[in-house]
């Protein structure tokens, strides 16, 4: 491995777990979670994107650049049993579907995931991007804003921001189409995928019911009532109860 990433737990655990951010965020971001999978016996790895935490970007900002970018986490056989991704990490984890070990059972969690977008909603999530970027919030805002989160998550969200390359606009530049469910029409047998979706009322739109394939084996959906976008910070039970690997006796 050999980008930036933050770890979690011993080396020596049985279990595996990759957890991928989403844009604007750093791996910081998933610490939390982290702990909780630890606590289950896990060994934890979360890396930082292109252009995110201090890292440097590049001029090809594809979903595809991004999943080719973590591919050294899979380098000399390395596998994991849990892999899950956030927003826009849940589109980068849904293009590394077709690199994951053919022999290994792999759990794909994806927590409101970024599969499609019309050209509208791209062009207003790039100006989003633009003015967030340009204008961040201070802690204390989340804070108000989001009773749910905790003071580390509020803190955590602010230097994501902070620390991203303002050229990650391109993202929403040059992935056009913004369409990547076709990556979960045909899961392989090794694989079972599950998509947490945040309620409507309380998320920010970024994953929609109708743009989920149906009837797909091994495709588990699951819509979420009263819980937002950031279900990880507002929920993480859920998706440890979302993770069908026997649990580690404390």
Request: with cysteine; proline share 6%; charged share 20%.
């Amino acid at each position: 491995m050999t980008n930036s990433a933050t770890q979690w737990g011993s080396t020596t655990a049985t279990r595996r777990a990759l957890l991928i951010h989403g844009i604007t965020m750093s791996s910081n971001s998933w610490e939390g979670l982290a702990q909780l999978l630890v606590a289950e016996g896990f060994f934890v790895v979360a890396p930082n994107l292109l252009a995110h935490a201090g890292r440097q970007g590049n001029t090809d900002y594809r979903i595809s650049a991004f999943a080719e970018d973590l591919r050294p986490y899979f380098a000399m056989d390395t596998s994991y049993d849990v892999i899950i991704g956030h927003s826009f990490g849940g589109a980068v984890a849904a293009s590394l579907l077709p690199f994951l070990p053919k022999k290994k059972e792999t759990t794909v969690i994806l927590l409101d995931p970024g599969l499609e977008s019309t050209e509208e909603q791209s062009k207003m999530n790039l100006n989003l991007f633009l003015k967030e970027t340009a204008n961040i919030k201070p802690v204390e805002v989340h804070m108000a804003k989001n009773p749910a989160w905790s003071r580390r998550d509020c803190i955590f969200r602010t230097l994501g921001m902070s620390m991203c390359d303002r050229s990650a606009v391109e993202v929403f530049r040059q992935n056009k189409p913004w369409s990547f469910n076709g990556f979960l029409k045909k899961i392989s047998p090794h694989v079972r995928i599950t998509v947490l979706v945040s309620d409507p009322k309380f998320g920010l739109g970024i994953c929609d019911l109708e743009h989920i394939p149906r009837d797909v084996e091994r495709l588990n959906v699951k819509a979420l009532t009263g819980i937002g976008h950031w279900i990880q910070y507002e929920c993480p039970n859920v998706i440890m109860d979302a993770i069908p690997l026997p649990r580690a006796k404390l």
